[in-house]
């Protein structure tokens, strides 16, 4: 018994791969501009960590971190975050067992901890802008200010971007494109976790007890 292919069958099989290597070649192409994006945030956050070493100690006769700071207020939010990123991992477990409800889950507990991080670092910049500790005070609040403000932007941008990949998931599933965008976020959110540690750390920790 002898196989044959017809024309149409072979024609279908032609358009499947076509397919099949363009999604790939899209998938690589994404990975590599996403990497290419987080080298560059990288920089920038460099950058700031360094104009704050610079300036950390120019107080201008101001306030001094001592003064300022709330370290449990800060553990706390430095917490939210952490949980952020664990719940994040749950969803991604979700995700590779292919579970849509799963996923959308854990991403909004998810989100739920990003917006309570950005709501306790406006409640701290808030506190401090009614004590006079603006950023127009001295050196070291203008690179406080700058740095610990440039991530919080960035945490926003996650929780927007959050939000449009839930709404992608919930109506078309966990479909190829969407398991792609849940895994940039996801490198970009660890990513900012990465960042906040450095931040607590070398910008709370060692203001307060250095």
Same mark, same amino acid.
């Given at each position: 018994?002898?196989?044959?292919?017809?024309?149409?069958?072979?024609?279908?099989?032609?358009?499947?791969?076509?397919?099949?290597?363009?999604?790939?070649?899209?998938? $690589? #192409?994404?990975?590599? /501009? *996403?990497?290419?994006?987080? +080298?560059?945030?990288?920089l920038?956050?460099?950058? =700031? &960590?360094?104009?704050?070493?610079?300036?950390?100690?120019?107080?201008?006769?101001?306030?001094?971190?001592?003064?300022?700071?709330?370290?449990?207020?800060?553990?706390?939010?430095?917490?939210?975050?952490?949980? $952020? #990123?664990?719940?994040? /991992? *749950?969803?991604?477990?979700? +995700?590779?067992g292919?579970?849509?409800?799963?996923? =959308? &889950?854990?991403?909004?507990?998810?989100?739920?901890?990003?917006?309570?991080?950005?709501?306790?670092?406006?409640?701290?910049?808030?506190?401090?802008?009614?004590?006079?500790?603006?950023p127009?005070?001295?050196?070291?609040?203008?690179?406080?200010?700058?740095?610990?403000?440039?991530?919080?932007?960035?945490?926003?941008?996650?929780? =927007?971007?959050l939000?449009?990949?839930?709404?992608?998931?919930?109506?078309?599933?966990?479909?190829?494109?969407?398991?792609?965008?849940?895994?940039?976020?996801?490198?970009?959110?660890?990513?900012?976790?990465?960042?906040?540690?450095?931040?607590?750390?070398?910008?709370?920790?060692?203001?307060?007890?250095?």
């Open positions: 018994m002898s196989a044959s292919v017809s024309p149409a069958s072979d024609g279908e099989k032609v358009v499947f791969y076509l397919e099949k290597d363009e999604h790939a070649h899209a998938g $690589s #192409s994404t990975a590599l /501009g *996403f990497w290419l994006y987080l +080298m560059s945030d990288c920038i956050f460099a950058v =700031l &960590f360094a104009c704050y070493g610079v300036l950390g100690r120019s107080y201008a006769a101001g306030p001094t971190p001592k003064e300022l700071f709330d370290l449990p207020l800060v553990a706390v939010n430095t917490a939210m975050l952490l949980f $952020s #990123s664990i719940t994040y /991992g *749950f969803a991604m477990l979700q +995700m590779e292919g579970k849509k409800w799963g996923t =959308l &889950f854990w991403l909004g507990v998810t989100g739920l901890f990003g917006v309570a991080f950005i709501g306790l670092e406006l409640y701290e910049f808030n506190h401090l802008i009614h004590e006079g500790a603006g127009w005070r001295s050196a070291f609040l203008s690179s406080f200010f700058t740095l610990v403000g440039t991530h919080g932007l960035h945490v926003s941008f996650g929780i =927007l971007w939000v449009v990949l839930m709404i992608q998931v919930a109506h078309r599933g966990l479909i190829e494109d969407n398991r792609r965008r849940l895994m940039c976020l996801s490198l970009f959110w660890h990513f900012l976790d990465v960042i906040w540690i450095g931040v607590f750390s070398f910008v709370y920790l060692m203001g307060v007890l250095g």
